[in-house]
């Protein structure tokens, strides 16, 4: 049976205290789920919709991490904002997905078994649409200020140079929030806009680490950090017992394919892990 809906208001007792003192807080919430999460400690992923490889390697090895000492938010969309929030239901974290549509009827509807297990593990849904109203594609920009709101920080992780996970971070900045973006490959279009937001003064972060230094939070330690996704764990493994090997001889040894291994690698090396030596040879750093 699905959680019923609550509907908040701004004198409401649950009301995000947070929340509330941005410029133009939602003058009511309706929430399916668990509304104890809009007060605890938020921190907001987003990004494309249109993910690449590299783009589901750094949702599935930074969140974990940050799930361990933030509800994570994002926006359930397609790409970045559901490999966010699937990586914190499955290392057992919590999740609030901000909607740009009624909670009754989460969009997209590609995701409608990603909404129930948010519910199923004492996740949270909200909007500030109620049920009967019309859905406009500008929704989901309005809904933007409310995935900055409810964080102590947001993360992009790829995004174009005009993606609407760029209007999150101008949002967040405005508000005081601390911004993060994970850098990517130079000729992909995906990391114009995560480069764009360095530039412009945005914190660069290659693991959970970058952020919760910020907040002087316990750092995770590299051996912890690179375990928390399979197929980094699988190619330490694999470095530490046969030595430097090339991508080829890499995939050979795992069971994963070319372009996730490559993705993997290439955020291994931003973050330290690895080293690619001349001849596109990878070593696990000491």
Same mark, same amino acid.
């Given at each position: 049976?699905?959680? $019923?809906?609550?509907?908040l208001?701004?004198?409401?007792?649950?009301?995000?205290? =947070?929340?509330?003192?941005i410029?133009?807080?939602?003058?009511r919430?309706?929430?399916?789920?668990n509304? %104890?999460?809009?007060?605890?400690?938020?921190?907001?992923?987003?990004?494309?919709?249109s993910?690449?490889?590299?783009?589901r390697?750094?949702?599935?090895?930074?969140?974990?991490?940050?799930?361990? +000492?933030?509800?994570?938010v #994002?926006g359930m969309? =397609? /790409?970045?904002d559901? *490999?966010?929030?699937?990586?914190?239901?499955?290392?057992?974290?919590?999740?609030?997905a901000?909607? /740009?549509?009624a909670?009754?009827?989460? %969009?997209?509807?590609?995701?409608?078994?990603?909404?129930?297990?948010?519910l199923?593990?004492g996740g =949270?849904?909200?909007?500030?649409?109620?049920?009967?109203? $019309?859905v406009?594609?500008?929704?989901?920009?309005?809904?933007?200020?409310?995935?900055? /709101?409810?964080?102590?920080g947001? &993360?992009?992780?790829e995004?174009? @140079?005009? %993606?609407? %996970?760029l209007?999150?971070a101008?949002?967040?900045? @405005?508000?005081?929030r601390?911004?993060?973006?994970?850098?990517?490959?130079?000729?992909?279009?995906?990391?114009?806009?995560?480069?764009?937001?360095?530039?412009?003064?945005a914190?660069?972060a290659?693991?959970a680490?970058?952020? &919760?230094?910020?907040?002087?939070?316990?750092p995770?330690?590299k *051996?912890?950090? #690179?375990?928390?996704? $399979?197929? +980094?764990?699988?190619?330490?493994d694999?470095l530490?017992?046969?030595?430097?090997l090339?991508?080829?001889?890499?995939?050979?040894?795992?069971?994963?394919?070319?372009?996730q291994?490559?993705?993997?690698?290439?955020?291994?090396?931003?973050?330290?892990?690895v080293?690619q030596?001349?001849?596109?040879?990878?070593?696990k750093?000491?």
């Amino acid at each position: 049976m699905s959680p $019923p809906v609550t509907v908040l208001t701004l004198k409401s007792k649950e009301y995000p205290k =947070l929340l509330k003192h941005i410029s133009d807080p939602p003058a009511r919430l309706y929430c399916r789920g668990n509304i %104890s999460l809009l007060n605890t400690e938020c921190f907001s992923v987003v990004g494309t919709r249109s993910m690449t490889p590299y783009g589901r390697e750094a949702a599935r090895s930074i969140v974990p991490g940050l799930a361990r +000492h933030f509800t994570i938010v #994002s926006g359930m969309a =397609l /790409g970045v904002d559901a *490999a966010a929030q699937r990586a914190a239901l499955d290392c057992g974290g919590r999740t609030i997905a901000v909607l /740009g549509t009624a909670v009754e009827k989460p %969009s997209p509807q590609a995701n409608y078994l990603l909404a129930q297990d948010i519910l199923k593990h004492g996740g =949270l849904l909200v909007s500030e649409f109620k049920s009967g109203e $019309p859905v406009f594609a500008s929704n989901f920009a309005i809904r933007d200020r409310i995935l900055s /709101g409810l964080s102590k920080g947001v &993360l992009v992780i790829e995004a174009d @140079e005009k %993606s609407g %996970s760029l209007i999150t971070a101008r949002l967040a900045a @405005e508000q005081g929030r601390d911004v993060f973006a994970v850098p990517g490959n130079v000729f992909s279009s995906k990391s114009a806009g995560p480069h764009k937001l360095i530039r412009s003064g945005a914190k660069l972060a290659t693991s959970a680490n970058d952020v &919760l230094e910020e907040y002087s939070l316990l750092p995770l330690d590299k *051996a912890h950090v #690179s375990t928390e996704d $399979p197929v +980094h764990a699988a190619i330490l493994d694999i470095l530490e017992t046969h030595g430097p090997l090339n991508i080829d001889a890499i995939v050979d040894h795992i069971e994963s394919d070319a372009a996730q291994v490559m993705a993997a690698l290439s955020l291994m090396e931003l973050q330290g892990l690895v080293n690619q030596m001349p001849g596109g040879i990878f070593r696990k750093n000491d």
